[in-house]
């Protein structure tokens, strides 16, 4: 059996995708037949519904494999009594002293692979000779940016996963070997799925209304603060025409406390509070309920690099597997899964009325949108945790990448 070590220097469980990105991966991983073993740093939870949850309880997952914490510097607890630079200069520090920590105590439980997503952890695994895959989830900068060529030119390096082919493109031009990258994109559990009812049943069950349209949301409405397109869901139900009962905007995944300024919004667009509803993080095995009870379920990501080029949203796969119709901004990295009038319905970012004239077009057009819901679905199939995890094990095995002198990148 193969044995598989995945460092990840992160608070676990978290509300935020990272958290369930990586559980789904080990999950798949155990699922193939692998020994894994997930390690993480002891971070203290702020959120009092987190204290005590193991990751298997909170993200719905089978506890097929092993977890571990390990004592860590928990700088996240000083940064709101630091100055901004001073809590910058500390989370770096503690991802270079957790990671060199991390692969020591790595380098200690023999394995066949060491998969992370931390560049810092990756710069260590490979200082120490370990066999290393890292998934780059954003092509970093300044310091980062050394470790990370460092990385790309060590033998241990097996195998470097982007989830788009824009970071792909960036890491071949920091001198990355072209034959140690490959493009994998998010995925979904379809078995979450599978004995999901209908959308009346779902409204049923989570107490929506049977009579209206509904437009959904299902995500944290925020990333680090950055907004996620709420406001223009709002701006856009301003200007929705439609015919009888009034549409409902539903959007679900917290956090709750930016609400209000949401409220404020519609209000002031003249939006009643009734054609809105705001619902904090529900459990994972309850997701695919609430997708499946929308008419539409969006994703209007504004243009921002990392969205535009990095990101490889999970939502998006969500609701192809849950059949429903999507409207999401054309963003290239969203352009890369999702076509145009085949898969989901996509408009331009940042715009209130592109964005309500896409929900409106879906909404008057029943049948067309439900014969795209359905090729979402037949699509999916190609996006599955597991098919991701085969295509790493394969990749990252030994006879399948030899390991030829690596340039010198200067640095």
Same mark, same amino acid.
């Given at each position: 059996?193969?044995?598989?070590?995945?460092?990840?220097?992160?608070?676990?469980?978290?509300?935020?995708?990272?958290?369930?990105?990586?559980?789904?991966?080990?999950?798949?991983?155990?699922?193939?037949?692998?020994?894994?073993?997930?390690?993480?740093?002891?971070?203290?939870?702020?959120?009092?519904?987190?204290?005590?949850?193991?990751?298997?309880?909170?993200?719905?997952?089978?506890?097929?494999?092993?977890?571990?914490?390990?004592?860590?510097?928990?700088?996240?607890?000083?940064?709101?009594?630091?100055?901004?630079?001073?809590?910058?200069?500390?989370?770096?520090?503690?991802?270079?002293?957790?990671?060199?920590?991390?692969?020591?105590?790595?380098?200690?439980?023999?394995?066949?692979?060491?998969?992370?997503?931390?560049?810092?952890?990756?710069?260590?695994?490979?200082?120490?000779?370990?066999?290393?895959?890292?998934?780059?989830?954003?092509?970093?900068?300044?310091?980062?940016?050394?470790?990370?060529?460092?990385?790309?030119?060590?033998?241990?390096?097996?195998?470097?996963?982007?989830?788009?082919?824009?970071?792909?493109?960036?890491?071949?031009?920091?001198?990355?070997?072209?034959?140690?990258?490959?493009?994998?994109?998010?995925? /979904? !559990?379809?078995?979450?799925?599978?004995? $999901? *009812?209908?959308?009346?049943?779902?409204?049923?069950?989570?107490? %929506? =209304? #049977?009579?209206?349209?509904?437009?959904?949301?299902?995500?944290?409405?925020?990333?680090?603060?950055?907004?996620?397109?709420?406001?223009?869901?709002?701006?856009?139900?301003?200007?929705?025409?439609?015919?009888?009962?009034?549409?409902?905007?539903?959007?679900?995944?917290?956090?709750?406390?930016?609400?209000?300024?949401?409220?404020?919004?519609?209000?002031?667009?003249?939006?009643?509070?009734?054609?809105?509803?705001? /619902? !904090?993080?529900?459990?994972?095995?309850? $997701? *695919?309920?609430?997708?499946?009870?929308?008419?539409?379920?969006? %994703? =209007? #990501?504004?243009?921002?690099?990392?969205?535009?080029?990095?990101?490889?949203?999970?939502?998006?796969?969500?609701?192809?597997?849950?059949?429903?119709?999507?409207?999401?901004?054309?963003?290239?990295?969203?352009?890369?899964?999702?076509?145009?009038?085949?898969?989901?319905?996509?408009?331009?970012?940042?715009?209130?009325?592109?964005?309500?004239?896409?929900?409106?077009?879906?909404?008057?057009?029943?049948?067309?949108?439900?014969?795209?819901?359905?090729?979402?679905?037949?699509?999916?199939?190609?996006?599955?945790?597991?098919?991701?995890?085969?295509?790493?094990?394969?990749?990252?095995?030994?006879?399948?990448?030899?390991?030829?002198?690596?340039?010198?990148?200067?640095?």
């Amino acid at each position: 059996m193969m044995r598989l070590m995945y460092l990840a220097n992160s608070r676990l469980p978290t509300e935020k995708a990272h958290g369930l990105q990586i559980s789904r991966m080990c999950d798949a991983f155990a699922a193939s037949g692998a020994d894994v073993l997930l390690v993480h740093p002891y971070r203290h939870q702020v959120n009092g519904a987190l204290r005590g949850r193991s990751v298997f309880d909170y993200y719905g997952v089978r506890p097929a494999f092993e977890v571990r914490t390990l004592p860590n510097w928990d700088v996240v607890a000083l940064e709101r009594f630091l100055p901004g630079g001073v809590s910058a200069g500390l989370s770096v520090a503690q991802a270079v002293g957790w990671g060199l920590y991390a692969a020591v105590y790595a380098a200690n439980e023999p394995a066949d692979l060491y998969y992370t997503r931390d560049v810092e952890v990756a710069f260590w695994l490979t200082r120490l000779g370990l066999p290393t895959a890292l998934e780059v989830h954003a092509v970093p900068r300044k310091a980062r940016r050394a470790l990370l060529r460092r990385v790309a030119c060590h033998r241990a390096l097996r195998l470097m996963v982007t989830l788009t082919s824009f970071s792909r493109d960036r890491l071949l031009a920091l001198g990355v070997p072209k034959n140690d990258i490959v493009t994998l994109p998010d995925g /979904v !559990d379809l078995a979450l799925f599978d004995d $999901v *009812p209908d959308k009346g049943e779902c409204r049923r069950q989570l107490g %929506l =209304p #049977l009579d209206r349209s509904i437009i959904g949301y299902v995500g944290r409405f925020q990333t680090l603060g950055r907004e996620k397109g709420i406001p223009d869901l709002v701006r856009a139900l301003a200007g929705l025409r439609f015919e009888g009962r009034e549409p409902l905007l539903l959007c679900v995944g917290g956090p709750m406390d930016v609400v209000p300024e949401y409220m404020a919004l519609a209000e002031r667009h003249g939006v009643p509070a009734h054609r809105l509803r705001f /619902v !904090d993080h529900v459990p994972a095995s309850q $997701v *695919p309920y609430w997708m499946r009870a929308c008419d539409v379920a969006t %994703l =209007p #990501l504004p243009w921002e690099e990392h969205y535009a080029y990095f990101n490889s949203p999970l939502k998006i796969f969500e609701y192809m597997a849950a059949e429903v119709p999507i409207v999401a901004t054309t963003l290239p990295a969203v352009q890369e899964v999702v076509r145009h009038g085949e898969t989901g319905w996509l408009v331009e970012p940042g715009s209130a009325t592109a964005l309500g004239d896409g929900i409106a077009s879906v909404l008057r057009n029943p049948d067309a949108a439900l014969k795209m819901a359905r090729r979402a679905r037949q699509e999916v199939e190609r996006y599955t945790w597991m098919r991701r995890v085969g295509s790493i094990l394969d990749l990252s095995r030994p006879s399948s990448h030899p390991q030829p002198d690596r340039p010198n990148t200067g640095h």
